[in-house]
């Protein structure tokens, strides 16, 4: 198993950055596919980006393409998720979530496909 925690939420005038964090413990951390989910009020969660197990491949949602870096860092057991240019549509709560399942050189894009999750942070984009 491995547990997930996510830090690095806030509040933020549009146009401006976070950078959210999720740190991991527990089994090998590059042995999961990673990826970060949002949920807004009244919405479904949806997918944000996510990560191969080495790090070399990246997926990001067409809503926050070119604006949101997806990465991490293996030898320090953390995921982060670089956020630019924020709008007052990203306002959600963020989750990282593992992947146990995952091959090697890809990450998946649907949230049943993911067997561990954090707690979740708040990011809210003021207009």
């Known amino acids: 198993q491995v547990q997930l925690v996510e830090s690095g939420g806030g509040l933020v005038q549009a146009g401006g950055s976070l950078r959210l964090s999720c740190a991991a413990s527990?089994?090998?951390?590059?042995?999961?596919?990673l990826g970060w989910f949002r949920q807004a009020p009244g919405k479904e969660r949806e997918f944000v980006a996510a990560?191969?197990?080495?790090?070399?491949?990246?997926y990001y949602a067409d809503s926050v393409k070119g604006r949101f870096t997806i990465a991490r860092d293996n030898g320090k057991n953390t995921e982060y998720l670089q956020m630019n240019t924020l709008k007052p549509e990203d306002t959600a709560v963020y989750y990282c979530?593992?992947?146990?399942?995952?091959?090697?050189?890809?990450?998946?894009?649907?949230?049943?496909?993911?067997?561990?999750w954090g707690q979740g942070t708040q990011v809210t984009v003021s207009s």
């Open positions: 979530a593992a992947d146990a399942d995952s091959p090697a050189y890809s990450s998946s894009r649907n949230y049943r496909d993911y067997d561990y």
């Open positions: 527990g089994r090998t951390f590059s042995d999961y596919g």
């Open positions: 990560i191969s197990r080495s790090g070399g491949f990246a």
